[in-house]
């Protein structure tokens, strides 16, 4: 056995695997170095899932959200004291997510998506709890809306990242992490942002869900892939995989306050730091 490889996964939908999978999933994940996987709800149901996985396994933590593709109603006092009450049921609810906006043209009403998405933000903001979004075709709404409801005083991540630089500065600006997930492997342009944007703001996700789509099992992605992930931005960055490992899960670990994680981790800061640095006034 080497010294275990710490990595970190802040987003999955593990819950939509078979519970048989389960175990293989797992079993993967750890040998590929990963310490600690967030399970994202999409709904109430999806959410009280991740819930029960994340109790029953000791890798798994839970996020307590509704997806903006599942926005079909407001979130009214009654969906919201679900969602507080799932949120407070157990201390392995680590984040609210998965919520956000999605403007492609068969995405639910905006005006629906936007009040659940700000209902969310108020519920992160009152438990302190991160939050972890989604945005798709709705970069500026979306970080209107994080700016109005002042969500940098929580933070959070920017969950499976393609964007340009100045989208991803806009997002760090507001107080949020840069999560990459594998597009890092096959997207130039996110390679050129990645390359861009300093270490500190970035954490690492797989975005696994089951993806029958594909011709074989072995492709689908998995939480184990989160190690590839690191690897590329290795590359891309010129630094070592301990380097991109050590300070991406510091970061995920800080972000979520898992301390046994953080405390896992060389307390010295890596030496070479990348990137240019970013101006907090810009
Ligand atoms: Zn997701």
Not at 84 to 99: F, Q, T
């Amino acid at each position: 056995m080497t010294t275990p490889r710490l990595l970190g996964d802040a987003h999955t939908h593990l819950d939509q695997y078979a519970p048989e999978e389960m175990p293989g999933v797992l079993a993967r994940a750890r040998e590929a170095g990963v310490g600690f996987i967030v399970c994202a709800g999409t709904t109430l149901d999806s959410t009280r899932a991740c819930l029960k996985l994340a109790q029953e396994q000791e890798l798994l933590y839970a996020g307590v959200g509704i997806h903006p593709m599942e926005a079909h109603q407001q979130v009214d006092d009654a969906i919201y004291e679900v969602l507080e009450s799932l949120a407070r049921s157990s201390p392995r609810v680590v984040c609210i997510s998965e919520i956000g906006l999605d403007f492609l043209p068969s995405s639910p009403d905006h005006e629906i998506q936007d009040q659940v998405f700000r209902a969310q933000i108020r519920l992160a903001k009152s438990l302190k709890l991160p939050i972890i979004f989604h945005s798709r075709e709705s970069h500026p709404e979306v970080f209107r809306t994080l700016r109005e409801e002042q969500a940098g005083e929580v933070g959070g991540a920017m969950h499976y990242f393609q964007g340009g630089e100045t989208t991803a500065r806009e997002a760090i600006d507001c107080g949020f992490f840069i999560s990459l997930a594998r597009p890092l492997l096959r997207l130039p342009e996110l390679q050129e942002t990645a390359r861009a944007i300093p270490l500190e703001h970035i954490v690492l996700e797989t975005d696994a869900a089951p993806q029958p789509f594909k011709k074989y099992r072995h492709s689908w992605t998995e939480p184990r892939h989160v190690l590839t992930v690191a690897e590329k931005l290795a590359e891309l960055k010129g630094l070592s995989l301990d380097e991109v490992t050590q300070v991406t899960t510091r970061n995920l670990a800080g972000l979520l306050k898992l301390p046994a994680f953080s405390s896992q981790l060389s307390a010295s800061p890596p030496p070479n730091n990348s990137g240019r640095g970013l101006n907090a006034e810009s």
